[in-house]
């Protein structure tokens, strides 16, 4: 368990790191915040200051990001006019409800609309950008390799000599039956971790 005063040093630093990164887009402050958090999570005390010590200050931290994002419109000569313009509103893949909604259809939309329910959760997680994409690539592809396995598994079964009697084809039914509940169970499972990847991301951690 992290020590009080290592959580303390992390939740300093990372809040200092995000008041100077209010000016770099959103998706680029979460990724960098999210990376950060994840290299200090679990440190003890002394780790955590001397990660953050090579880390270096938070400002120097937004400038460099700051440097390699896009030219665009500077939001630093907007600043002034903010108070007159309505607040751009944040795209919805960016929002927490829309990730949380993702999350939810991909682990129980297959139990209200078989497989098509699961598709549609696995595209709407697919187009979140609050998940990184090594996330995202073993939600999706996780439950397709255990099924695979399963499968090559009840082949393999089926070649046995004993595969031909009638015993042999209720044992084979019987694996049918256990892999597709197993896949039932991960698929939520899935879901579960991906709500627990969220916590502390985005704009409304």
């Not at 915040?33 to 090579?54: M, S």
């Not at 399963?150 to 694996?175: E, N």
Request: zero cysteines; charged letters at 20%; proline letters at 6%.
């Amino acid at each position: 368990m992290t020590e009080p005063h290592a959580e303390s040093l992390r939740r300093d630093f990372l809040e200092r790191l995000d008041a100077a990164m209010t000016d770099l887009p959103h998706g680029v402050a979460t990724e960098i915040h999210g990376g950060i958090e994840e290299e200090l999570d679990g440190l003890d005390a002394e780790a955590t200051a001397a990660r953050i010590a090579q880390l270096g200050d938070p400002d120097t931290i937004a400038r460099e990001a700051r440097a390699e994002v896009p030219a665009g419109p500077l939001i630093a000569a907007a600043a002034p006019e903010r108070s007159a313009r309505p607040t751009a509103k944040m795209p919805l893949v960016d929002t927490r409800g829309y990730a949380i909604t993702s999350a939810l259809v991909f682990a129980f939309g297959g139990f209200v609309v078989p497989v098509v329910g699961w598709f549609v959760g696995a595209v709407l997680v697919s187009s979140s950008t609050l998940w990184r994409r090594w996330e995202k690539v073993v939600a999706i592809v996780l439950p397709f390799a255990v099924a695979a396995v399963i499968a090559l598994v009840i082949w393999i079964g089926s070649l046995l000599p004993s595969a031909g009697t009638s015993g042999g084809q209720m044992s084979g039914l019987g694996w049918w039956h256990s892999s597709i509940l197993f896949v039932f169970i991960l698929i939520p499972a899935i879901g579960a971790w991906l709500l627990w990847r969220l916590r502390r991301r985005g704009p409304g951690r």
